[in-house]
């Protein structure tokens, strides 16, 4: 149980085009995702807090107008690079929590790597 | 100040042999959760074993076992009979508070290369 799957597992594109990536929470439902980026050989960094049916809490530094996110439902969230630029090359994961067994843990997707041209 | 610090970023160790990985922690938080996960080459983050601050026992997953030292804020992850499929990178990960929405907070990773 608790499957996260990401769509897609990879996609290249063109400088200055939008690239939207899907985190679905498949047999249970997640109140809460995360998105998280990662450079090569480096760790993940949280990029934003998606809660459905509200605006996503994003950290410092992360630009909200370039990095849009949306939770419609409880189980889909989706992450939007707008105007993609090779700096935004990068692994994006999502995770999504589920208070079951009590650990409140964060199940995470198999990632999605991103090559801007 | 970092609140997750892994001091390891490579380690290696023989097959069939333990080994330890460092994590250390900051918090004031009386109530958090200490996760560690592998990610192999294919990026896929695993859960191996979980810590909750008031948990008494060390944790333990099969060959995976949390050395938690709560007034030293160490959480060690010990691998026994390591195999060369433990070979990956090892992040050790904090959740402050005890909330399914609450952020986790990674370190930076040991890489593992387990040997013949």
């Known amino acids: 149980g608790a499957v996260v799957s990401q769509h897609p597992s990879w996609v290249i594109c063109k400088s200055g085009t939008s690239v939207k990536i899907e985190c679905r929470s498949l047999?249970?439902?997640?109140?809460?995702m995360f998105w998280y980026r990662q450079f090569p050989k480096q760790s993940l960094m949280l990029m934003a807090t998606s809660n459905e049916g509200s605006k996503a809490t994003y950290e410092q530094g992360v630009e909200k107008d370039k990095f849009l996110i949306n939770h419609a439902s409880l189980t889909l969230s989706t992450l939007t690079v707008t105007s993609a630029h090779p700096e935004d090359s990068s692994f994006y994961i999502c995770?999504?929590?589920?208070?079951?067994?009590?650990?409140?843990?964060?199940?995470f997707g198999p990632g999605t790597r991103l090559t801007v041209l | 100040a970092q609140k997750i610090t892994q001091t390891q970023p490579g380690m290696f160790v023989q097959e069939k042999e333990a080994v330890t990985l460092d994590c250390t922690y900051d918090?004031?938080?009386?109530?958090?959760?200490l996760f560690w996960y592998k990610q192999p080459s294919s990026g896929e983050m695993i859960f191996l074993i979980y810590?909750?601050?008031?948990?008494?026992q060390n944790a333990t997953e099969g060959r995976y076992s949390l050395n938690f030292q709560k007034a030293r804020k160490s959480a060690n992850l010990v691998i026994s009979a390591s195999q060369l499929g433990d070979s990956a990178m090892y992040f050790c990960?904090?959740?402050?508070?005890?909330?399914?929405?609450?952020?986790?907070?990674f370190g930076t990773g040991t890489q593992l290369k387990v040997e013949l």
């Open positions: 918090t004031s938080d009386p109530s958090y959760g």
């Open positions: 995770s999504a929590s589920s208070e079951a067994g009590g650990r409140n843990e964060q199940f």
């Open positions: 047999d249970f439902q997640a109140t809460t």
């Open positions: 810590q909750g601050s008031y948990d008494q």
């Open positions: 990960a904090m959740r402050e508070g005890s909330g399914g929405g609450n952020k986790l907070t």
